[in-house]
Antibody, heavy 118, light 109 residues
Framework: EVQLVESGGGLAKPGGSLRVSCTAS????????MSWVRQAPGKGLEWVGR??????????DYAAPVKGRFTISRDDSKNILYLQMDSLKSEDTAVYYC?????????WGQGTLVTVSS | DIQMTQSPSSLSASVGERVTITCQAS??????VNWYQQKPGKAPQLLIY???NLEIGVPSRFSGSGYGTDFSLTISGLQPEDSATYYC???????????FGGGTKVEIK
């Protein structure tokens, strides 16, 4: 059974940094493309970015609002996906989900809440 | 970038009714559209992929159709457990970007 568990959310100050993680199990993580999706309180879903598998070229793509501020990486030896968030803004406040990605987001974690506030 | 315009933003219908949600793309996107259901406090769940393919375990009352710029999700015979927000989602054929529609909140009368 595919399991994705996000962690690392919390409170950060505007301009600050935070790293959230997604620990995967139940599938071959190294072969999987993975995405981050966020949802601001009471709002819709917003794609953040994707990292392809190393076999798939390893390319990383980002949505415009986070490009240059957020960095997606992966540790295939530990089955962990990361989202490093720098230069945080209040509008980055959201629940952050990781998901397996084949263009279709098949499996999702339960999400971790990131709050950016002074 | 491609925009996905979903309508209506909310609807209220009775149990047993047929409900249709539409999603319009800002340009031709072939059949690269997926649909998700999200219940309050929960992660989204995949319902339909590539326009019309039902995900395993999803009830057959859900169906999807469309091509090009116009897509729809239909619930034939609304059930109380279908109360949720539904999102369309597009992915480009080069697998670089991914875009969601704004969502449709479905309530049961």
């Amino acid at each position: 059974e595919v399991q994705l568990v996000e962690s690392g959310g919390g409170l950060a100050k505007p301009g600050g940094s935070l790293r959230v993680s997604c620990t995967a199990s139940g599938f071959t993580f190294s072969s999987a493309w993975m995405s981050w999706v966020r949802q601001a309180p009471g709002k819709g879903l917003e794609w953040v970015g994707r990292i392809k598998s190393k076999a798939g070229g390893g390319a990383i793509d980002y949505a415009a609002p986070v490009k240059g501020r957020f960095t997606i990486s992966r540790d295939d030896s530990k089955n962990i996906l990361y989202l490093q968030m720098d230069s945080l803004k209040s509008e980055d406040t959201a629940v952050y989900y990781c998901a397996t990605d084949r263009g279709t987001l098949d499996s999702w974690g339960q999400g971790t809440l990131v709050t950016v506030s002074s | 970038d491609i925009q996905m315009t979903q309508s209506p933003s909310s609807l209220s219908a009775s149990v047993g009714e047929r409900v249709t949600i539409t999603c319009q793309a800002s340009q031709d996107i072939s059949n690269y559209v997926n649909w998700y259901q999200q219940k309050p406090g929960k992660a989204p769940q995949l319902l339909i992929y590539d326009t019309s393919n039902l995900e395993i375990g999803v009830p057959s009352r859900f169906s999807g159709s469309g091509y090009g710029t116009d897509f729809s999700l239909t619930i034939s015979g609304l059930q109380p457990e279908d109360s949720a927000t539904y999102y369309c989602q597009h992915y480009d054929n080069l697998y670089t970007l991914l875009t969601f529609g704004g969502g449709t909140k479905v309530e049961i009368k």
